[in-house]
């Protein structure tokens, strides 16, 4: 990660920290922002010269040979935290990025559905969501997101509890 990757993901997470919307108003010298520039200032200010080609490559390659015992990446299913154990050979620890006074784990949502109060059609429009909340489409796309449906989640999450071999 390079110190503007860095920076904008933190800047993006805790803008409101700096800034006052209400007021238009902003605040970078405070001393958390000169906290937060310190810690970018320790990160390489440009990806390296074959960083381009396959930065998913290269990062099992440095794991794999002991250059890296980090990495930044998204958990978006099941599978994707077993791949990141594969690629470190085991247990892993999901640590954020350095935050002050609060844990830097992420989550966001991939995909957000609602209904307008306003809609002129909230019969289709629920047959659409419904659609998506069904027992089938959340089985068949675990690999793209987590079930929002428990039952799915656990069932899923059985197949997952077998020990991966690495």
Same mark, same amino acid.
């Given at each position: =990660?390079? @110190?503007? %990757?860095?920076?904008? +993901?933190?800047? *993006?997470?805790?803008? !409101?920290?700096?800034?006052?919307?209400?007021?238009?108003?902003?605040?970078?010298?405070?001393?958390?922002?000169?906290?937060?520039?310190?810690?970018?200032?320790?990160?390489?200010?440009?990806?390296?010269?074959?960083?381009?080609?396959?930065?998913?490559?290269?990062?099992?390659? =440095?794991? @794999?040979? %002991?250059?890296?015992? +980090?990495?930044? *990446?998204?958990?978006? !299913?099941?599978?994707?935290?077993?791949?990141?154990?594969?690629?470190?050979?085991?247990?892993?620890?999901?640590?954020?990025?350095?935050?002050?006074?609060?844990?830097?784990?992420?989550?966001?949502?991939?995909?957000?559905?609602?209904?307008?109060?306003?809609?002129?059609?909230?019969?289709?429009?629920?047959?659409?969501?419904?659609?998506?909340?069904?027992?089938?489409?959340?089985?068949?796309?675990?690999?793209?997101?987590?079930?929002?449906?428990?039952?799915?989640?656990?069932?899923?999450?059985?197949?997952?509890?077998?020990?991966?071999?690495?």
């Amino acid at each position: =990660m390079t @110190a503007t %990757g860095f920076l904008s +993901i933190a800047l *993006f997470h805790s803008m !409101s920290r700096y800034v006052d919307w209400d007021f238009g108003i902003v605040n970078f010298d405070s001393e958390c922002f000169i906290q937060l520039l310190n810690s970018a200032a320790l990160l390489p200010m440009e990806e390296g010269e074959d960083d381009s080609e396959d930065p998913w490559g290269i990062a099992e390659r =440095m794991i @794999a040979e %002991g250059r890296q015992i +980090i990495m930044n *990446f998204n958990i978006a !299913s099941p599978m994707h935290y077993q791949w990141v154990q594969a690629a470190f050979g085991g247990d892993i620890v999901i640590k954020g990025l350095p935050v002050e006074n609060r844990n830097g784990n992420i989550l966001t949502t991939q995909c957000n559905i609602a209904m307008t109060t306003a809609s002129e059609n909230k019969e289709g429009v629920w047959e659409f969501i419904r659609f998506f909340l069904s027992d089938n489409w959340q089985r068949d796309y675990e690999f793209m997101s987590f079930p929002i449906s428990k039952n799915i989640f656990n069932e899923l999450m059985d197949g997952y509890m077998v020990e991966p071999e690495f």
